[in-house]
Antibody
């Protein structure tokens, strides 16, 4: 079964660092892009950035450039989203999703989401 | 940045009846290859989003044929031929031609 399994919920304080993960299985991890999507409480979806684990080619939405870092370790089929200094406004659900290698194929497999709560 | 808008933002539906959601982009999403780079996603209550339509009109694997996508350029439509109770949730369009961006979502619920 093709699936993306994300790490568990996190509760952090402002200023702390955090890395959440997204592990792919059931398919060739290096042949698909991984996208990160944010959903703030009660709000819509926001596209954050994308990485191709095959060569770590990474692109960010301008809204998130410099705010987060996306990376991947293809040896363990895992992508990461990390923050160096969290803010309360980072409180959200974060989803990873798989996108085909060809632009336009859509995000066809999604992780279950990771809830991040940042509060003092 | 490309801005995506959707209408209506709320859509009460009757099971068995058709439903339609409109999506507009601030720039054309029709590429020179003839494809429109628009996806449609459904986020059911308490679930992760799921892909319904890609490239404007292609149904994703496993998506019932009551869902269809159409449109070109800047105007797109998602149609449900006969709504079922399981179709409730928030529907998002997303442009994939430039830095991807989602529409605000259309909440579909049962009347």
């Amino acid at each position: 079964e093709v699936q993306l399994v994300q790490s568990g919920a996190e509760v952090k304080k402002p200023g702390e660092s955090l890395r959440i993960s997204c592990k792919g299985s059931g398919y060739s991890f290096t042949n698909y892009w991984i996208v990160w999507v944010r959903q703030m409480p009660g709000k819509g979806l926001e596209w954050m950035g994308i990485i191709y684990p095959g060569d770590s080619d990474t692109r960010y939405s301008p809204s998130f450039q410099g705010q987060v870092t996306i990376s991947a370790d293809k040896s363990i089929s895992t992508a990461y989203l990390q923050w160096s200094s969290l803010k309360a406004s980072d409180t959200a659900m974060y989803y990873c999703a798989r996108r085909g290698i060809i632009l336009g194929q859509g995000m066809d497999v999604w992780g279950q989401g990771t809830t991040v709560t940042v509060s003092s | 940045d490309i801005v995506m808008t959707q209408s209506p933002l709320s859509l009460p539906v009757t099971p068995g009846e058709p439903a339609s959601i409109s999506c507009r982009s601030s720039q054309s999403l029709l590429y020179s290859n003839g494809y429109n780079y628009v996806d449609w996603y459904l986020q059911k209550p308490g679930q992760s989003p799921q892909l319904l339509i890609y490239l404007g009109s292609y149904r994703a694997s496993g998506v019932p044929d009551r869902f269809s996508g159409s449109g070109s350029g800047t105007d797109f439509t998602l149609k449900i031929s006969r709504v079922e109770a399981e179709d409730v949730g928030v529907y998002y369009c997303m442009q994939a031609l430039h830095t991807p961006s989602f529409g605000p979502g259309t909440k579909v619920d049962i009347k």
